[in-house]
């Protein structure tokens, strides 16, 4: 027989913390520390799903490898329940798709992570949901978790009137996240995973991590390379939210949705993709049927370097933009977004540049144009994608011929003070001042060209 066993997830969410202040020992039960690694059915499959294409599946992350490489979730995104309730109110699962019921899949699959509800009158697919069920949501929440789940996506479909629900998305969310929380001082058992879905309506980057640990910050995604630069796009704004314990949600991966034939997303566009999301700390979750899935995407799923910056448990914090590339900086443009990215890592500083041209194109950029750059060192250089080092770099760095669409991943670490006679004595000329309290020559030409050439400075 085949023995299935992805890791649970509790037990790495409960952390025991000391109390400096009490001199106690107390029970941390925050969850969902770094984001989300594993498949969701929706694209892939929308409605026709059943418990053979769970396990499946599942199996089928095993046998692949992407188990081992971290993906431990399952996520059954909507059409898992019957149309109605019960006659006592409770959430029935489908008696056909489902038809060994909740409790036999998810003993079948340790810790699966699936569940899906949503704040309205019905789900997306008009399944039954939770609003005006808000006495019952304690037991919604109670019944998820007696089959098993702990992962609930909570979408925002079905909106009731005004006049009914005297409510903005903000108080739908509290609602649910509070049942969570009831639930889980009831049980004793750590909080279910809440993932918002509302599609970046009402600036979730501000308010999402009062509730759940990832809201999306965009409508959905569609396989194609123009709705990868919108996401990227918007997101280069709200960057800065990303941190442990609360997720940008750029939404489920779509880089092997040409193997179906509904979309027209190259290789290196893909790589493109999965590295933005990984780099941004999105979940990363699979939304192709792994069945037909090739070599050549497999691996970039299973690129361990990229994953490690995704799932770095020291910096929690996403890359963001220090240059837009084509545009003026903070220049919003869904077709060209920005280019150049850096961020911080355990190992490192971290810089992904993208080519959003339709041709090669060579990327350069000085090393201090981010901010994790040290001044007068030199940086060693690897490359997540070809996974080479290669060499040192001084002051600047340019890739040569990057694929149109395509990326470059790299982690640069300290290698110590740059050579005597480097250049220039500042990489960034600006204001760049002697310590007798004379300006370099670069330094003179910025300010001349700051102050429109108005001499009335002294030096």
């Not at 056909?96 to 997306?124: E, K, P």
């Not at 000329?429 to 102050?451: F, R, S, V, Y």
Request: with cysteine.
């Amino acid at each position: 027989s085949f023995i299935l066993l992805l890791g649970s997830l509790f037990s790495a969410w409960t952390l025991l913390s000391q109390s400096q202040e009490h001199g106690q020992q107390e029970t941390d039960l925050r969850i969902g520390k770094l984001p989300t690694l594993g498949y969701n059915t929706w694209n892939a499959y929308h409605c026709d799903i059943d418990e053979t294409v769970i396990i499946q599946t599942a199996k089928l992350m095993v046998t692949l490898g992407l188990r081992d490489v971290g993906y431990t979730h399952v996520n059954i995104d909507d059409c898992y329940a019957e149309r109605h309730r019960s006659e006592l109110g409770d959430i029935v699962a489908d008696h056909v798709r489902f038809a060994s019921g909740m409790n036999n899949l998810t003993d079948q699959i340790h810790a699966l992570g699936m569940c899906y509800s949503a704040s309205g009158w019905f789900t997306c697919a008009f399944y039954p949901a939770s609003f005006q069920n808000e006495y019952r949501r304690v037991v919604d929440v109670k019944l998820f978790q007696d089959w098993g789940f702990d992962y609930l996506k909570f979408d925002n479909c079905a909106i009731p009137y005004d006049n009914i629900i005297r409510q903005g998305v903000v108080g739908k969310y509290q609602r649910i996240a509070d049942a969570i929380a009831q639930v889980s001082k009831d049980t004793g058992k750590p909080p279910m995973f809440l993932s918002l879905c509302q599609w970046g309506e009402e600036q979730p980057w501000i308010w999402g991590r009062r509730f759940g640990q990832s809201w999306r910050t965009t409508g959905d995604i569609s396989p194609s390379w123009g709705s990868i630069t919108d996401i990227l796009n918007q997101n280069s704004f709200v960057a800065w939210a990303s941190d442990f314990y609360g997720h940008n949600d750029l939404d489920i991966t779509f880089l092997t949705a040409r193997l179906s034939g509904n979309g027209d997303i190259t290789h290196e566009e893909a790589k493109t993709h999965f590295t933005a999301w990984a780099f941004l700390k999105s979940p990363l979750l699979i939304g192709t049927d792994l069945s037909k899935i090739s070599p050549a995407d497999l691996s970039i799923l299973k690129n361990e370097e990229i994953i490690a910056i995704n799932q770095d448990p020291v910096v929690g914090t996403s890359v963001t933009p220090f240059r837009w590339g084509i545009n003026p900086d903070w220049v919003s443009n869904s077709t060209h977004p920005a280019q150049y990215w850096s961020g911080e890592s355990q190992n490192g500083t971290i810089f992904m540049l993208i080519n959003t041209l339709d041709e090669p194109a060579d990327m350069f950029f000085s090393l201090t144009e981010s901010p994790w750059i040290r001044a007068g060192r030199q940086y060693s250089v690897r490359d997540l994608w070809s996974h080479t080092d290669n060499g040192t770099a001084i002051r600047n760095f340019t890739a040569k011929a990057v694929p149109p669409h395509g990326v470059v991943a790299l982690l640069l670490q300290d290698a110590g003070d740059e050579p005597e006679g480097a250049g220039p004595p500042c990489a960034r000329p600006h204001w760049c001042t002697d310590k007798n309290g004379t300006l370099a020559p670069g330094a003179l030409m910025e300010i001349m060209q700051e102050q429109g050439f108005n001499m009335n400075y002294r030096p």
